[in-house]
């Protein structure tokens, strides 16, 4: 049986800064468009959006702020299967564990309480999903 190592050390997902919590849409907006503008400068990450992937950015966004909307404001809009999308990308723990830190990094800059915290935990659990289900796809 293979283990998987969490992406981040236990600790971070305790972090807090005296802000707002994630309470609305622009909450939202916020919090994805300051993340994303990190993940494409990011050298380990922005080939894989910009090269690999091709992201349509203006198409993208708005799937993502309903994604963590309905994660994070029940609005349940959203509607896919994004894991999936992942499994043709030449991605891996590292690059889960990146895009993790950087969430990390975002909501930690930008809020803080019990949304905040929930937000850093629904990333951290899909980021083990999504990076156990492509290693067992692969055999890895």
Do not use: C
Not at 34 to 46: E, G, H, N, S
Not at 62 to 84: A, C, E, I, K
Not at 109 to 123: D, I, M, S, T
């Amino acid at each position: 049986m293979t283990t998987y190592e969490p992406l981040l050390p236990p600790g971070l997902l305790h972090m807090s800064h005296p802000t707002a919590d994630i309470e609305t849409e622009d909450d939202i907006r916020r919090l994805v468009d300051t993340f994303y503008q990190k993940v494409r400068a990011d050298t380990v990450l922005a080939p894989i959006f910009d090269d690999v992937a091709q992201v349509n950015w203006a198409e993208h966004l708005p799937r993502l702020y309903d994604f963590w909307s309905g994660l994070l404001l029940r609005t349940n809009r959203y509607q896919g299967h994004p894991l999936r999308h992942h499994f043709p990308l030449p991605i891996n723990h590292t690059h889960f564990a990146r895009w993790l830190a950087l969430f990390f990094m975002t909501v930690d800059e930008l809020f803080a309480g019990p949304v905040a915290q929930e937000a850093k935990l629904r990333a951290h659990h899909i980021g083990q999903v999504f990076s156990s289900r492509l290693a067992l796809v692969r055999g890895q």
